[in-house]
């Protein structure tokens, strides 16, 4: 049941250590990834623009060198001479050399007839009153057309420039080379996927596209989807430049960023996790260590309440045995005296020892009673006081010395003076140091009959700072078996009625109570000491 | 004068009273009984001097032995206490003892050790009287 508490306490932590910091970790990358993301796009728009910017001056000034030349032939040269096509034709070869990009040229008067015209087709005669770059060139003094099909049927646009002179409106025109014109467009320097075409204002491709496209076709639907578009407008807002590259090759540096997102997030993801099963762990092992310790006191306040209730029980059960062997005993003490008087009138002297008998057990069932209820009355060391250990050892060799003295047995005492007090409770303290020196008179008397019996009372501080009393004796000693038992409840080597075999187990239970203890050390035949050990107050 | 004093059994079980009284009367020594310690107070209230031993029980219902024999030295600190105690312990005799007890002796009693100790008791009561 713990253990399935356990399971699921850890699965809980477990689930919670890894989301809670997965959360902010994992948005923190998918914000850097968007915001990434989004720079990576504005950056490419801005880059386009500016491309389309540069781009569409460098078309606009083409343009206007074109028609700077047209305006500086039509300025600069006798219209005589400009009349005649042979004179335009040579007029045309010098302005071939230094700008290859004109088809022909022609000299149109007010009336849209081309009176001069040099070039590989044969256009002279021809009105282009018609046309919309003649009006415009005649109305603002100079024109670039759309790109049209024209007499010659092959795509082109053409440059002029009007003039007055000598009272004649006159118009200088000149056919740009289409190819030329287009490639020039088309060369935009915006990655491996950047093109650049030019649309006039109704949406007709006036060049060619390279991905797909042709001149004078309608300008494709824009795919936003799939690229990027800027436009900048040229020729007086005539023509727009429009700029596309592709998106997939704007963000193939993201494809990158994202390898290292991912990357991120498993070596980022695998520490979280590895973090998460330690502190789960760690705090599993915590709590159980604390439920251990709760489990154990509660162990130990029952076993103190069965102790408490043992008590009781032998309390009730001492007093209650007590009174019977009291009343026996009575009579027992009464018939004695019957039977001395009797003994005039010759009683046998069975009854006197069957007498004697019952008065030994009634008091050995008397002893036990008694020693039952001190065992069970264990003292709490929280009753502690200060003993003065010299002048307590003092006090009990004085109250034994009459005992021992009829016993032939000399007691030393052996004290420091500097000794510090020790913490306990000298009533229990007194219990324990009589019921000692009792069993060592007993064993000396065994030993020694009532001549050279040694009593030693001695007391010194121990390196763990505790205060320890010595009773040595040089009676008969315990052997190694009987040793071990000593301090076990109900074992003694007294004869039966002499000893109840719980004075030392009593005297042990003391003694831890008051956070002390008791050990012995014999040889058999060569007397025993035992030793008491106390806290420093 | 002594041999018409008598020892006052103060003892919650009738029939030790009645055992013990027969075994001191056995040993000419006159008794007189009381089941409580408020008996044993009126008692000596009315006949206080004729009794000079007192024997006294520690568990009694009501007050205990101890704290009745501190009520009785109050009023006749003279009156020698001997505490019998079936709840031994030498804890119990020895704070009857520091209480002004004269002696104490463990139930079950041992009459030849407890007539010792009424007969030391009215020994040192004469010396102190006769102080």
Redesign the interface.
């Known amino acids: 049941m713990i253990r399935k508490i356990y399971r699921d306490i850890r699965r809980v932590l477990l689930i919670v250590t890894i989301i809670v910091p997965m959360i902010p970790f994992l948005s923190s990358l998918f914000l850097g990834y968007t915001s990434y993301r989004n720079f990576v796009y504005t950056a490419a728009i801005s880059g386009a623009e500016r491309v389309a910017q540069g781009h569409a001056a460098l078309i606009s000034s083409f343009l206007e060198e074109r028609r700077s030349h047209l305006g500086t032939i039509l300025f600069t040269t006798a219209i005589s001479s400009l009349r005649q096509s042979e004179n335009l034709a040579v007029i045309f070869e010098a302005l071939c050399r230094n700008s290859d990009s004109f088809i022909d040229i022609g000299l149109i008067n007010a009336d849209g007839v081309q009176i001069s015209y040099a070039g590989p087709y044969q256009l002279e005669g021809k009105n282009y009153s018609k046309s919309l770059w003649f009006q415009q060139a005649l109305t603002q003094g100079s024109a670039i057309s759309d790109v049209y099909l024209g007499y010659r049927q092959k795509a082109h646009f053409t440059v002029a420039v009007s003039a007055v002179i000598d009272g004649e409106q006159l118009v200088l025109r000149a056919t740009v080379d289409q190819n030329l014109f287009g490639s020039l467009v088309e060369k935009v320097n915006l990655g491996k996927t950047g093109e650049a075409y030019l649309v006039n204002q109704q949406g007709i491709l006036q060049t060619s596209v390279r991905s797909g496209g042709k001149l004078l076709d309608h300008d494709p639907p824009k795919e936003t989807e799939r690229y990027i578009y800027v436009t900048a407008s040229l020729n007086d807002g005539a023509w727009f430049l429009t700029v596309r590259q592709s998106i997939q090759e704007i963000y193939q540096d993201l494809s990158k960023v994202v390898w290292r997102i991912i990357f991120i997030c498993f070596i980022g993801g695998f520490f979280i996790i590895l973090l998460a099963v330690w502190i789960s762990n760690k705090i599993i092992a915590m709590i159980a260590a604390k439920e251990q310790e709760r489990t154990d006191m509660e162990k130990q306040l029952f076993r103190a309440s069965r102790l408490a209730e043992l008590g009781e029980i032998s309390?009730g059960f001492?007093?209650e045995i007590?009174?019977p062997?009291?009343?026996?005993?009575?009579?027992i003490?009464?018939m004695e005296?019957e039977a001395k008087e009797l003994d005039k009138h010759n009683v046998t002297a069975d009854f006197t020892d069957s007498v004697a008998e019952l008065n030994r057990q009634?008091?050995r069932?008397?002893a036990i009673?008694?020693s039952i209820?001190?065992f069970s009355?264990k003292k709490d060391s929280s009753d502690s006081f200060s003993i003065d250990i010299k002048e307590f050892l003092y006090d009990m060799r004085k109250m034994i010395s009459h005992r021992a003295e009829s016993s032939g047995i000399h007691i030393s005492c052996t004290v420091p003076s500097d000794l510090p007090k020790a913490k306990g409770d000298s009533?229990?303290l007194?219990?324990v140091t009589?019921n000692i020196m009792n069993n060592a008179i007993q064993s000396i008397e065994e030993k020694h009959g009532s001549e050279n019996g040694e009593l030693r009372l001695s007391a010194n501080i121990t390196e763990e700072k505790q205060i320890e009393i010595l009773i040595e004796d040089n009676g008969k000693g315990i052997s190694a078996e009987n040793l071990e038992k000593i301090f076990n409840p109900f074992f003694t080597t007294k004869l039966p009625g002499k000893g109840t075999g719980l004075g030392l187990s009593v005297s042990h239970s003391i003694m831890s109570g008051m956070n002390g203890s008791i050990s012995a050390r014999s040889k058999e035949g060569q007397g025993a000491t035992f030793i008491l050990r106390l806290p420093v107050l | 004068m002594n041999s018409n004093r008598k020892i006052l059994l103060v003892d919650d079980?009738q029939?030790?009273r009645e055992?013990?009284g027969?075994?001191l009367l056995?040993r000419n020594l006159q008794s007189l009984q009381a089941e409580s310690c408020m008996a044993a107070l009126d008692l000596l209230a009315q006949e206080s001097e004729q009794v000079d031993v007192i024997i006294m029980d520690v568990?009694m219902p009501g007050m205990d032995g101890i704290s009745c024999m501190a009520e009785i030295k109050k009023s006749w600190p003279d009156k020698e206490v001997i505490i019998l105690t079936?709840?031994?312990?030498?804890?119990i005799s020895?704070s009857g003892m520091k209480q002004g007890a004269f002696d104490y002796c463990?139930?079950?009693?041992?009459?030849?050790e407890l007539l010792e100790k009424i007969l030391l008791a009215r020994e040192f009561q004469n010396r102190e009287r006769g102080k």
Request: glycine share 6%; hydrophobic share 40%.
């Open positions: 309390a001492a007093h007590n009174n062997l009291q009343i026996m005993k009575s009579e003490a009464l005296i009634i008091d069932c008397g009673t008694r209820l001190d009355r009533d229990g007194q219990q009589l | 079980e029939e030790f055992i013990t027969k075994f056995r568990s079936g709840h031994a312990s030498l804890q020895i463990m139930k079950p009693v041992d009459y030849a």
